[in-house]
């Protein structure tokens, strides 16, 4: 089945800088790939997708980058803010007979320093 | 009000205890699955269901059930709680790709 691996597990930055968070999958038939950021004591909430079809989507100061030939998927923050801290967990489809379900990386901790 | 809810939001029980986690969903999903958390862990898979005839385990189906009321309500029980089943559990909802999650309920068992 497929296995996805995320790092780091934590991260810290200063305000302003970039974040860039890596995660791998195995199952080359996977083809959607969602990023989630869960704020404390909150569930998880879908901030950015990418599909096996393109590269690279942005939205303001996120954006997502897919290598499908490494089988590998990033999420990079720009400008971060203290707001953006919480954790994020990358995620992709594992297509099973048309049972599609979700399979999550373990999750990064992002802390923003003002 | 809130899209996907579940009650309760905080449970302590003991060990050897049934206890049943509920969910309901104002969205008209026919999916609705529940994870669990831990931390280190990310969140893992324990039961989905894509529609109200459907049930299916997930990653870490033993010990627990599921129960599909309807097609807004997905309750998940622990026939007799263990302590190693502390976590932090989750209900999410979809209509294809993107899922929508609960609040999250936090059960202890001592």
């Known amino acids: 089945g497929e296995n996805v691996e995320q790092h780091p597990s934590t991260l810290s930055v200063q305000e302003g800088d970039s974040a860039v968070i890596k995660c791998t999958y195995s199952d080359s038939a996977s083809n959607y790939f969602p990023w989630y950021k869960q704020e404390l004591g909150k569930g998880p909430q879908l901030i950015i997708d990418?599909?096996?079809?393109?590269g690279e989507k942005k939205d303001q100061r996120i954006a997502v980058t897919l290598n499908k030939t490494a089988k590998h998927f990033s999420l990079h923050i720009t400008e971060t803010q203290p707001e953006d801290s919480a954790v994020y967990f990358c995620a992709a489809i594992q297509s099973q007979g048309g049972s599609e379900k979700l399979v999550f990386g373990k999750g990064t901790k992002l802390t923003v320093n003002p | 009000d809130a899209d996907v809810t579940q009650t309760p939001r905080n449970r302590i029980t003991k060990t050897g205890k049934r206890i049943m986690l509920e969910c309901s969903q104002t969205?008209?999903?026919?999916?609705m699955y529940w994870y669990r958390q831990d931390p280190g862990l990310g969140l893992r898979l324990i039961y989905y269901s894509f529609d109200v005839k459907d049930i299916n385990k997930g990653e870490i189906s033993d010990g627990y059930s599921v129960s599909r009321q309807a097609q807004a309500k997905f309750s998940l029980s622990l026939e007799s709680a263990i302590p190693n089943q502390t976590a932090l559990y989750f209900c999410?909802?979809?209509?294809?790709?993107?899922?929508?999650f609960g609040p999250g309920t936090r059960l202890t068992v001592l």
């Open positions: 969205k008209g999903h026919d999916r």
């Open positions: 999410a909802t979809s209509d294809w790709d993107e899922q929508f």
């Open positions: 990418i599909r096996s079809n393109v």
